[in-house]
């Protein structure tokens, strides 16, 4: 029983490089969710998906990208890499919208310098 | 815009004891949800509680529990009997009933536990 797996685990970017933050669950959620978490702040939702082909902003859009062609899988792209976007990132997903309980994976920890 | 604020960056409370964390929050919203997470070392947000605003009695689970106020829009955590374990930050969230898709966290609460 995995549930929610997010890799890698840790990455350095440089300025301007850009890289995708994979994401599955073995759960059939047809919720998942982006969320970042800044140094000593509580987290903020990125993006987020109701369904496979199906994906909406949340409170922290700009600079992601996000796709969602499988129920499994709901990858973060980030395209020219910035030092604002140094944050712990991590992926969640839910059975019902947002007001059930979220799983959520262990996060990815992005520097960008 | 819902803004949820725990004021209280840290705590302590000796093994065995009891210890409230504190949640406000902000809503013109009637339906709407509430939750504890807890973070742990290993980084991995884990959902301790969760408290529908219409229902008037807390939620509890084992040893955690909540003191919920609504006109207050209060929403403390009661952790009894701490164990080593319980260390970790821990955050308040809300939610809008109608539109979950995003949850609203608060600054987080590190919680330590004295042997």
């Known amino acids: 029983n995995a549930g929610v797996t997010q890799t890698p685990k840790f990455r350095i970017l440089k300025i301007g490089q850009s890289m995708t933050l994979q994401c599955t669950q073995d759960?059939?959620?047809?919720?998942m969710y982006w969320y970042r978490q800044d140094p000593g702040m509580g987290l903020k939702l990125i993006y987020y998906s109701v369904g496979a082909g199906i994906t909406d902003k949340g409170e922290v859009p700009n600079g992601y990208n996000v796709s969602r062609s499988t129920t499994e899988d709901f990858p973060l792209r980030l395209e020219l890499a910035a030092p604002s976007q140094t944050s712990v990132y991590f992926c969640a997903s839910s059975r019902l919208l947002g007001t059930e309980k979220l799983f959520f994976g262990s996060g990815t920890q992005l520097s960008v310098l | 815009a819902q803004t949820v604020t725990q004021s209280q960056p840290e705590m302590s409370v000796q093994e065995a004891e009891t210890v409230t964390l504190s949640c406000t929050y902000d809503t013109s919203e009637s339906d709407y949800y509430l939750f504890w997470y807890k973070q742990p070392p290993s980084r991995q947000m884990i959902l301790v509680i969760r408290q529908e605003a219409y229902k008037q009695q807390n939620a509890t689970e084992n040893r955690f529990s909540v003191n919920f106020q609504k006109a207050a829009k209060s929403f403390s955590l009661k952790i009894s009997d701490s164990q080593l374990g319980d260390a970790a930050m821990y955050f308040c969230a809300y939610t809008q009933g109608n539109a979950g898709n995003m949850l609203t966290f608060g600054g987080g609460t590190r919680l330590m536990v004295k042997p």
């Open positions: 759960m059939n959620h047809n919720y």
